[in-house]
């Protein structure tokens, strides 16, 4: 079975742009979870879709949003982007959301 | 709110010595358990999990992790480490009742060869 990929790897933003991120879940899942990955914060979690279903939201601003396609894969878009959103943004997919969690490699975003 | 606590930010060990790394969670109602490494250069990937039955859980790579439910503790302990250990090692909660994970800010475990 293929992983969990994420695109694209890396991107440059400027302050005050938008950015989508994009993520397939392993076939068959039907539950993906975004997280922010920072040095200082460890893992922040960002919202979870189970088909096409936003059920759980971190405390993060509304600024960042998500959505969940019909075939289970998932875009994270974060708009007006500010210097603090530079982070490793992580996919993860599971069959329930209950379950463990299987990783995609990360989007690392750098805003200047 | 569930939150989770690992008590150690940065372990440095020789090689043979043994391991344990402390994880608290607060959350009253049922919850799964998980432990999560992130070796360098590649993804988080499952430790070893806890959902219910034998409080005494092992995943690979020879760990082991003991789940205390009056202590909310869920701490992952190795008898011998190799300098291949070195990683970043996250605990997670998962609330049953609505899905929802939270980690742990993760604890970097340096092996010294």
């Known amino acids: 079975k293929a992983g969990v990929t994420q695109t694209p790897r890396y991107l440059i933003k400027t302050r005050g742009q938008q950015v989508t991120l994009s993520c397939s879940p392993i076939?068959?899942?039907?539950?993906v979870s975004w997280y922010q990955q920072t040095p200082g914060q460890g893992l922040q979690f960002l919202f979870e879709?189970?088909?096409?279903?936003?059920?759980n939201k971190g405390n993060f601003p509304g600024r960042f949003s998500g959505r969940q396609f019909s075939n289970s894969r998932s875009e994270m878009n974060v708009s007006t982007l500010e210097l603090g959103d530079s982070a490793l943004y992580l996919c993860a997919s599971s069959q329930k959301d209950t379950n463990e969690q299987f990783f995609g490699p990360g989007t690392r975003l750098t805003v200047l | 709110a569930q939150s989770v606590s690992q008590h150690n930010h940065h372990v440095i060990l020789s090689e043979a010595a043994s391991l344990e790394l402390g994880c608290n969670y607060s959350?009253?109602?049922?919850?799964?358990l998980f432990w999560y490494v992130q070796y360098p250069g590649q993804h988080l990937q499952l430790l070893l999990k806890y959902f219910s039955g034998d409080p005494l859980v092992k995943g690979i790579k020879g760990f082991e992790a003991e789940f205390i439910k009056s202590k909310f503790s869920f701490n992952l302990r190795k008898p011998s480490v190799q300098w291949s250990d070195t990683a970043e090692y996250f605990c997670a909660v998962t609330n049953t009742n609505a899905g929802k994970s939270t980690f742990g800010d993760g604890t970097t475990l340096t092996v010294k060869p």
């Open positions: 959350y009253g109602g049922t919850v799964n």
């Open positions: 879709y189970f088909s096409e279903t936003q059920r």
């Open positions: 076939s068959g899942h039907r539950s």
